[in-house]
T-cell receptor
Framework: KNEVEQSPQNLTAQEGEFITINCSYS?????LHWLQQHPGGGIVSLFM?????KKHGRLIATINIQEKHSSLHITASHPRDSAVYIC???????????WGAGTKLIIKP | DAGITQSPRHKVTETGTPVTLRCHQTENHRYMYWYRQDPGHGLRLIHYSYGVKDTDKGEVSDGYSVSRSKTEDFLLTLESATSSQTSVYFCAISESRGSGSGNNEQFFGPGTRLTVL
């Protein structure tokens, strides 16, 4: 069992819908990362958080340390948000990054 | 965008040949990483470096070696390429490993698509 689990694996939605992608982890962490990988392949860091919530434009990331759970939300989704969203956790024991398998998001116009 | 380049961007080679991939950064970040990405797997760490001449193994280091002779360059070498090493290789950098209040947000290069026939 992977120490970082993402759900869903795949998500298809209509333009304008509110999107939620979940990330659960089973180890102690010092930080949680959300990244985006577009179909062209490039990987971009979206957020790094260790508590609470962060917002950037239409993207919101939250983390609940007690429940070992993080969510990435996209408001007013747009076809250009179509990408793979990856969650990764920095383990607080050795600072190694543990990667989730990614969530493939498709937003239809 | 962080200044990270990878070369070559695409390479096709034959089994048994040596291959070297280069990662170059202009951000002066201490930490550099090599990952491979394969269908059905998340990113997997091959090797990382925490300074000039300081490197350590990741989870899938067998068959790979690395070198870092300058802060800005991190080389990944496949001594004798095998078909199982066909993959997309990403280089990443970070200011810190993540200890204490260090920022280990990682910034990625564009990737190298390697095909071993």
């Amino acid at each position: 069992k992977n120490e970082v689990e993402q759900s869903p694996q795949n998500l298809t939605a209509q333009e304008g819908e509110f999107i939620t992608i979940n990330c659960s982890y089973s180890v102690g962490i010092s930080a949680l990362h959300w990244l985006q990988q577009h179909p062209g392949g490039g990987i971009v860091s979206l957020f790094m958080l260790s508590s609470g919530k962060k917002k950037h434009g239409r993207l919101i990331a939250t983390i609940n340390i007690q429940e070992k759970h993080s969510s990435l939300h996209i408001t007013a989704s747009h076809p250009r948000d179509s990408a793979v969203y990856i969650c990764a956790a920095t383990m607080d024991s050795n600072y190694q990054l543990i990667w989730g398998a990614g969530t493939k998001l498709i937003i239809k116009p | 965008d962080a200044g990270i380049t990878q070369s070559p961007r695409h390479k096709v080679t034959e089994t048994g040949t040596p291959v070297t991939l280069r990662c170059h950064q202009t951000e002066n970040h201490r930490y550099m990483y090599w990952y491979r990405q394969d269908p059905g797997h998340g990113l997997r760490l091959i090797h990382y470096s925490y300074g000039v001449k300081d490197t350590d193994k990741g989870e899938v280091s067998d068959g790979y070696s690395v070198s870092r002779s300058k802060t800005e360059d991190f080389l990944l070498t496949l001594e004798s390429a095998t078909s199982s090493q066909t993959s997309v290789y990403f280089c990443a950098i970070s200011e810190s490993r993540g200890s204490g209040s260090g920022n280990n947000e990682q910034f990625f290069g564009p990737g190298t698509r390697l095909t071993v026939l």
